[in-house]
């Protein structure tokens, strides 16, 4: 009795391993089929990835249609461009879609063909604390590629992409590129003032001096009545003209390649450099790790 209750146990436990198995099969089967009737695209970012994984969602206008599916790098050694396979889950367009007068996808769930080259895809920030990156697509007014020939990539059709955030920011923060054009500028300076003979300058005014004198003496001569205002007009001049000569003098002691001014001009200029690179490698750093200014400095043990 006991071996016939054993059997029976067996048996039962035989069916329902292969009635579990068939099934896993079959379910397994048709969510694979399903997955093969996904849609899939590669996108091209041209900055870091970092809080972009795989498995990651993948959003329209907020609303998740999808997920990461694999990363193609090796391209390019130093800043490559990093191209971002995604997958379209159908399962989740059609939960979501409207059925009548849809403008973005068609009856089976997928992008109208006219509509994918007006797609526009972004990284965004998940979470300031975690740093995760997610992909989400927009459509544009911009029309794009020929929908009849679009641009090919690894076997997929390729949507644009644009700067995420925080890549504008550091772009527009491109301090290195200011204290550049700065360095430029006092480089322009320096050889403009060397090449400016106040020497010469200074003779000039003398000579126009001279020059001057001799003709209110001439005038004077000529015109009496007018002589004495003439005269003192020419003291006058000539006065302003040795003033000139002076101003000219120490301008070229002040701009002397030696000069104190040159110097600290020049000491505070790289001063600003420094900074602004400084600055660049701050704003490339939270581009990367925006997480960081949270999590802090690690402990020495970590």
Do not use: C, W
């Amino acid at each position: 009795m006991k071996n016939r209750s054993n059997h029976a146990l067996v048996g039962i436990f035989s069916v329902g391993a292969l009635v579990l198995l068939l099934g896993f099969t079959v379910f397994t089967g048709g969510f694979s089929s399903l997955r093969d009737e996904n849609e899939r695209f590669v996108l091209v970012f041209h900055e870091n990835v970092y809080g972009l994984h795989e498995g990651g969602k993948v959003t329209l206008n907020g609303v998740r249609i999808g997920r990461v599916e694999r990363f193609f790098i090796g391209d390019a050694i130093e800043k490559g461009p990093v191209p971002v396979q995604v997958e379209i889950n159908r399962k989740l367009v059609l939960r979501h879609m409207v059925e009548q007068k849809n403008e973005i996808f068609d009856e089976d769930g997928k992008f109208k063909k006219e509509l994918i080259p007006r797609l526009m895809g972004q990284l965004i920030q998940e979470s300031f604390v975690t740093g995760i990156l997610y992909v989400n697509l927009t459509t544009e007014n911009d029309p794009g590629d020929d929908p009849e020939t679009p641009n090919m990539l690894y076997g997929f059709v390729e949507i644009r992409t644009k700067d995420s955030i925080f890549a504008e920011l550091s772009e527009s923060i491109n301090l290195e590129k200011l204290s550049k054009q700065m360095s430029d500028l006092m480089e322009t300076a320096t050889e403009k003032l060397g090449n400016l003979d106040i020497l010469t300058m200074g003779s000039d005014f003398s000579d126009t001096n001279a020059e001057i004198q001799n003709f209110l003496k001439d005038f004077s001569k000529a015109y009496v009545p007018l002589g004495p205002s003439l005269t003192e007009t020419s003291v006058e001049a000539k006065a302003a003209f040795a003033e000139i000569s002076e101003v000219s003098v120490r301008l070229k002691k002040m701009l002397d390649p030696s000069s104190d001014f040159r110097f600290g001009f020049s000491d505070t200029l790289r001063e600003i450099a420094a900074m602004a690179k400084s600055l660049k490698r701050l704003a490339d750093l939270l581009e990367r790790n925006p997480q960081a200014f949270l999590r802090g400095k690690p402990k020495p043990q970590e």
